[in-house]
């Protein structure tokens, strides 16, 4: 079991990670939203802490918290190359204000971040849920974060494909 779940943990870490880096590089190309983009980044590293706390707890006892990740790591390796690639163009040629929250708020609706935010609003299985779901309170829901933000600042938000995963 522990052979099967480590990949998983990891693969949800890079996610975050991922993601951060994303949303740094947001902070970085849009002076008007550098605090916007900046918090989420932090948010985002806190996750990624805090996945990377579970597996140490997981490596120790074969405890992780139920609900916190997506048992179809193809879902999450194709998320995680999906944000390497944006990485990637935006570093070439930056997105508009625009598209940079429209992919943003698509990335929350994603398999590891949906999973991430079903786990916070879950009800706690055990102590060690409670602690996480706790640590998580002030910055869960980015979606929501990020919907407000581009209606306050005029940008609508694109239909896209909920991944469900």
């Known amino acids: 079991m522990k052979d099967d779940m480590l990949p998983l943990i990891e693969e949800l870490i890079r996610i975050e990670l991922n993601v951060a880096d994303l949303y740094l590089l947001f902070s970085m190309s849009f002076k008007e939203d ?4 900046w ?5 985002e590293k806190n996750h990624a802490a805090l996945v990377l706390s579970a597996k140490e707890i997981y490596e120790e006892t074969g405890f992780f918290p139920q609900g916190l990740i997506p048992r179809r790591a193809d879902a999450l390796k194709e ?7 944006l990485i990637d163009k935006y570093k070439i040629t930056s997105p508009s204000r ?11 609706k994603s398999a590891g971040e949906i999973h991430y935010q079903k786990f916070i609003e879950s009800k706690a299985c055990s102590a060690v849920d409670k602690i996480f779901q706790d640590l998580s309170r002030d910055d869960r829901d980015h ?23």
């Open 34 to 37: 550098k605090d916007f983009w």
């Open 39 to 43: 918090q989420l980044t932090m948010e």
């Open 79 to 85: 998320t995680n190359r999906s944000i390497r690639a």
């Open 98 to 108: 625009e598209e940079a929250m429209n992919v943003a708020f698509k990335l929350e």
């Open 143 to 165: 979606s929501m974060k990020i919907s407000s933000y581009m209606e306050r600042n005029g940008y609508p938000i694109l239909e896209i494909e909920a991944d469900n995963t």
